[in-house]
T-cell receptor, first 113, second 116 residues
């Protein structure tokens, strides 16, 4: 099955700086890559996603990039704010045939005011 | 819509006890799944279902049973609880049997289970 690796496991940044979280996947057939944010004690919530036919997607301060050849994708958060502090998970799935999301192990992001 | 509802929120069991974690959704979602979340290990799929009467195993199914008698409900049963099953359990659903960009996963609020 698919193997998704996520780095770093913890990340601290100063407020206003940028944060980057990276994931690699093993199955070249994976074609959908969502990112989830989980605040302390809460449920994971989808914040952004990217399909394999797109190289980059932006939504205000967050963006995701995908390199299909290298099989890696990244989450970029610019102008970080304290409310960005959370655990972020990447995931991969083969849509139309796959029923299983494969999640990375998570990155705990702390934004220092 | 209430979305995905999990009960209970917290549970403490003794080794060997059995219990059922409840999950219900009111969005007419075909796909339902159970994940466990452990520190440093992310979210791991236990079981999933693509419709009423259909279930399948995920990455870590041992020690757990599921059934899907209705579209709305997908209970997770621990047959004989073990300390290794101490975890946070999340139920998640999506409209399509094949989750994707137009049918994303919706998570419940989780159940924190401790087995002593």
């Amino acid at each position: 099955g698919e193997n998704v690796e996520q780095h770093p496991s913890t990340l601290s940044v100063q407020e206003g700086d940028s944060a980057v979280i990276k994931c690699t996947y093993s199955d070249s057939a994976s074609n959908y890559f969502p990112w989830y944010k989980q605040e302390l004690g809460k449920r994971p919530q989808l914040i952004i996603d990217i399909r394999s036919n797109v190289g980059e997607k932006k939504d205000q301060r967050i963006a995701v990039t995908l390199n299909k050849t290298a099989k890696h994708f990244s989450l970029h958060i610019t102008e970080t704010q304290p409310e960005d502090s959370a655990v972020y998970f990447c995931a991969a799935i083969i849509t139309n045939t796959g029923n299983q999301f494969y999640f990375g192990t998570g990155t705990s992001l702390t934004v220092i005011p | 819509n209430a979305g995905v509802t999990q009960t209970p929120k917290f549970q403490v069991l003794k080794t060997g006890q059995s219990m059922t974690l409840q999950c219900a959704q009111d969005m007419n979602h075909e796909y339902m799944s159970w994940y466990r979340q452990d520190p440093g290990m992310g979210l791991r799929l236990i079981h999933y279902s693509v419709g009423a009467g259909i279930t399948d195993q995920g990455e870590v199914p041992n020690g757990y049973n599921v059934s899907r008698s209705t579209t709305e409900d997908f209970p997770l049963r621990l047959l004989s609880a073990a300390p290794s099953q101490t975890s946070v359990y999340f139920c998640a659903s999506s409209y399509s049997p094949f989750p994707s960009w137009n049918s994303p996963l919706h998570f419940g609020n989780g159940t924190r289970l401790t087995v002593t």
